[in-house]
Every structure is written in structure tokens, then in C-alpha cells.
């Protein structure tokens, strides 16, 4: 039985752009620089290593002491892997990982009724923010 095309080929639909993997590490570093950059304009504190980089302050939810890291690879597939609350999340550019990150960088700038915490503070470990409806 052969296989029929869902979209011809050459189609609008066929040469949609999908974010591609950064085809070397040097790319993925390149990436990790401009994630650096976006977090800086955003007024995130971070910490560059080679092939990695890291947001302590900012924490992944409440208790998290440990903050978010961002590690690039120099094997294939080349990416950003964000680091937050135990959870590993690649991402193909510093856009998609910054978006994945913006919700943090906005709660942090809100204090927490849960414990007390002041905005642009991390919440105490172990804390349990009071639900909200937002």
C-alpha cells in the first residue's frame, strides 16, 4: 500500500518553519548568552559558568532553595536544557526557555502570603502560598 502525502511537496504547509536544534554546541552556548541577555533586561542576577548558567534567586516554586540552571551539551542534541524544581525541559532558543521562565520572574515579584516573604524574595523552604483564583 504506498504512502500518501499529507501535504505535497514544496506546499505553505510542508515549509513551515519549526524551530530547529542548535546545530552545534557553539550554537547552543550562543543561545545560553542570549538567555543571559533577556534575563539581564528582565533584572534576573545570574551566575555563567562554561555551558551553563544559573538564576539562584530565582526559585522554581515554593521551598525551592536551589534556583533555575540552564546547561547546554556539547554532544548532539544540542539545546538548552532548563533545570527547575527537579524537572529537566530542553528548548531549541533563549526565547522559548525565557518564556518558560517569564512566570517565575513574575511571581518573584510578588510577596507571598503563604510565608511572609517580601516580593523579590525566595519563598521560605517548605512554604504553602495560600491557593489564589488569579
Known amino acids: 500500500m504506498p504512502l500518501a502525502l499529507t501535504h505535497p511537496a514544496g506546499s505553505a504547509k510542508q515549509n ?3 524551530a530547529a536544534w542548535p546545530a552545534t554546541a ?9 538567555l543571559a541577555e533577556l ?3 528582565a533584572s ?4 555563567p559558568a ?5 538564576a539562584p534567586g530565582l526559585a522554581a516554586g515554593p521551598g525551592d532553595t536551589t534556583g533555575i540552571r540552564v ?5 548532539p542534541p544540542h539545546a538548552l536544557y532548563l533545570i527547575a524544581a527537579g524537572r529537566l525541559t530542553p528548548h531549541t532558543t533563549a ?3 525565557f518564556a518558560h521562565i517569564r512566570p517565575l520572574i ?3 515579584a510578588r510577596a507571598c502570603d503563604g510565608c511572609g516573604a517580601e516580593a523579590d524574595e525566595p519563598c521560605n523552604p517548605f512554604c504553602l502560598p495560600e491557593p489564589t483564583t488569579d
Open 50 to 54: 562554561a555551558g551553563a548558567l544559573t
Open 16 to 18: 513551515t518553519a519549526v
Open 39 to 41: 534575563l539581564a533586561d
Open 71 to 75: 546547561r547546554t551539551t556539547s554532544n
Open 44 to 47: 534576573v542576577t545570574t551566575v
Open 95 to 97: 526565547d522559548s526557555a
Open 106 to 108: 513574575e511571581a518573584a
Open 26 to 34: 557553539a550554537a547552543a552556548d550562543a543561545e545560553l548568552a542570549r
